[in-house]
C-alpha cells in the first residue's frame, strides 16, 4: 500500500465540502491533536471544548464508517505530527488555512518551519473565500462568489484501513485545565445537529429571520443558529450557502430573508479576511490613536462580567450569554459598546471574556467587532448604545429580564427598565456602575476629540484602503463607491450589518 497522506483536521471537523480531505486520495491518516497550550489561551473555555469534543466523536464514527477512524493524539502539534510521520513514513500532510488566533498562527508557522526542515510537503487549501496574502480588496467578492459557484468538494464515501486505532480517551475540561464553566443550555457539537439546525432554519424558521434577529426575545428561533458550526467546521460556508440557493429556488416567498441570510454569510469572510491580513487586529488598535486610552477598572469588570451592572438589559443579556454560550448579534454589540464606552474598559480584556463565553467563538469576526463596536478602527461610525432605550426597543414588556433577572420578577414595568427609580429599588439588585447618559456623553467627547487629532484621518484613509468592503462589490455603483470613499473614510457597507 501506498505512504498515506497525514490529513490535519483543526476547525474543519467535517467530511463533507473539505477540500484537503478530498485532495489527499482513499489512503489518509486522519488526525487531530488536542494541544493543551492552546487550551490555556485567554480566549479559550471549558464549554469551546466540550463542544469541540462532541463534535470530534461524532467526526470518529463518520470516519470509522468509512474505513478509517480519527487519529487523536494530545500534545504539542510539531512534537506529534513527527512521531506520526516517523511511525506511518508520510512525507505529506495536507490540511485547511487556518485564520485563529494569535497563537494558532505561531503554531503553523513552527509546523511550517519543521515541515520545509524534515522534507514534509505540507499542503494547506482554502475552506472559504479568505485570502492568504492578499494584495488588495479590489476585487475580493467577486472572487468569493466564484469560490461559492465553484461547488462543494467531493465527499470521501471510502477510505482505505492505515491503522487500527484505538478508542482513545477524549479527557474532560478539568484535565486540560480549564476553569469550571457550566453553560445548561449550550448547543450540541454534532454533524446531525449541525444538519437539523440547517434544515430546519431554511425550511421554517427563516420566515422570521429579518424582524426577529435583533431582540433576544425572539432571536433565538429567528436567527439561524448555524455560528457555532460554522466556526468549527462541522458546517462548511459553501455547504449552507448551496444549501440558502437551492431552499430560495424551491421557495421563492422566502427569497427576502434567505437574502438578507446571504449577505451575513458574505459578512462572515469579509470579517475573517480583515484578520488574515492584520492578525495584529487582535492584540493592537486598528487604529493607533486609540492606544492607551481606555483604563482599568477591575469593580466595573467585575460587574460587567457577573451581569450585576445595575442596568437591567446590560445584565439580562450577560447572564443569558453565560447560560447558552450564544446572544443575537445586535445585542453582543450593544454589550461590547457598553464595555468600552460607558464602563470605559479596554477591549483587549473584555473581549477576551466574551470570546471566552461565546460557544461559536470565531476570532476574525470577532475581534474585527471588538475594535468596531468600541471605536477603535478609525473607520467606521461611533455605536455607542443607550442600553436603557436597547431594552425597551428590544424587551418593551420586560420579558427577557424578567427572566434572567429574578431580583427584578416583582417589580413593575415603569422601573424595570430603571430600577433605581423605584420609590423602594429591590434590595438584592446593585445600584448602577455609571449614569449611562453621563457616561456616554464623556465617551463622546474623548472619541470626538481623538478623532480631531492632526493626522487621524489620514491614517484612517490608509487603514480604508487595505480593510474596507469594495462597495461596487457589494451591489453598488462603482462611481458612487469612489465618492463615498472620497467623502468619508469610514466604510458604508459595514453599516448595513443590523446591529
Not at 464514527?61 to 500534545?75: D, K, S, T, Y
Not at 445595575?310 to 453582543?332: K, S
Request: glycine residues 6%; proline residues 7%.
Amino acid at each position: 500500500m501506498e505512504n498515506p497522506v497525514l490529513v490535519w483536521f483543526k476547525r474543519d471537523l467535517r467530511l463533507a465540502d473539505h477540500p484537503a480531505l478530498a485532495a489527499s486520495g482513499p489512503v489518509v491518516l486522519p488526525v487531530y491533536i488536542i494541544e493543551p497550550e492552546y487550551w490555556r489561551q485567554p480566549d479559550t473555555s471549558a464549554r469551546q471544548w466540550e463542544f469541540t469534543r462532541e463534535a470530534l466523536v461524532s467526526l470518529r464514527a463518520a470516519l470509522a464508517a468509512r474505513g478509517q477512524p480519527l487519529v487523536i493524539r494530545q500534545g504539542d502539534a510539531v512534537s506529534e505530527l513527527a512521531r506520526l510521520c516517523t511511525r506511518y513514513r508520510i512525507t505529506r500532510i495536507t490540511s485547511h488555512e487556518e485564520t485563529g488566533n494569535g497563537w494558532t498562527y505561531a503554531r503553523d508557522r513552527r509546523v511550517a518551519a519543521w515541515a520545509r526542515a524534515h522534507g514534509i510537503d505540507w499542503q494547506e487549501l482554502p475552506q472559504c473565500a479568505v485570502v492568504r496574502r492578499l494584495k488588495s480588496r479590489d476585487g475580493w467578492q467577486r472572487a468569493r462568489n466564484r469560490f461559492i459557484r465553484a461547488g462543494m468538494a467531493p465527499e470521501v464515501t471510502a477510505l482505505a484501513p492505515v491503522c487500527t486505532v484505538e478508542d482513545t480517551h477524549l479527557p474532560g475540561a478539568r484535565a486540560l485545565g480549564l476553569a469550571p464553566d457550566p453553560c445548561p443550555h449550550r448547543q450540541t457539537g454534532s454533524h446531525k445537529t449541525a444538519r437539523i439546525t440547517l434544515e430546519g432554519f431554511l425550511a421554517r424558521r427563516v420566515e422570521g429571520y429579518r424582524h426577529g434577529m435583533s431582540s433576544p426575545l425572539s432571536a433565538e428561533r429567528a436567527c439561524s443558529r448555524l455560528s457555532p458550526y460554522i466556526a468549527l467546521g462541522l458546517l462548511s460556508v459553501r455547504e449552507v450557502e448551496l444549501a440558502r440557493q437551492h431552499s430560495r429556488h424551491a421557495r421563492t416567498d422566502l427569497a427576502t430573508p434567505l437574502n438578507s441570510f446571504a449577505k451575513r454569510l458574505a459578512w462572515r469572510d469579509h470579517f475573517i479576511q480583515k484578520l488574515e491580513d492584520e492578525p495584529d487586529l487582535e492584540h493592537r488598535c486598528l487604529h493607533p490613536a486609540h492606544e492607551r486610552l481606555r483604563e482599568s477598572d477591575a469593580a466595573r469588570l467585575g460587574a460587567w462580567v457577573n451581569g450585576e451592572t445595575g442596568l437591567p438589559f446590560v445584565d439580562a443579556c450577560m447572564r443569558y450569554l453565560r447560560a447558552t454560550g450564544w446572544l443575537n448579534f445586535r445585542m453582543r454589540a450593544m454589550l461590547m459598546s457598553f464595555a468600552s464606552y460607558h464602563l470605559w474598559l479596554d477591549w483587549r480584556v473584555t473581549g477576551a471574556h466574551l470570546a471566552r463565553r461565546f460557544t461559536d467563538y470565531e476570532p476574525g469576526i470577532h475581534w474585527s467587532q471588538c475594535q468596531m463596536q468600541s471605536g477603535t478602527t478609525g473607520i467606521n461610525t461611533l455605536r455607542i448604545y443607550n442600553p436603557v432605550k436597547q431594552g425597551l426597543d428590544q424587551d418593551p414588556e420586560g420579558r427577557f429580564i424578567r427572566a434572567w433577572l429574578p431580583e427584578l420578577r416583582d417589580l413593575p414595568l415603569r422601573h424595570l427598565h430603571t430600577p433605581w427609580t423605584a420609590p423602594s429599588p429591590p434590595p438584592r439588585y446593585p445600584a448602577p456602575v455609571v449614569d449611562p447618559l453621563e457616561a456616554g456623553r464623556r465617551a463622546r467627547e474623548v472619541m470626538w476629540g481623538v478623532r480631531a487629532q492632526p493626522g487621524f484621518h489620514d491614517t484612517a484613509a490608509r487603514i480604508a484602503r487595505k480593510h474596507a468592503s469594495r462597495a461596487r462589490d457589494s451591489h453598488r455603483g462603482s462611481a458612487a463607491a469612489m465618492r463615498a470613499r472620497r467623502r468619508d473614510t469610514g466604510d458604508p457597507a459595514q453599516l448595513s450589518l443590523d446591529f
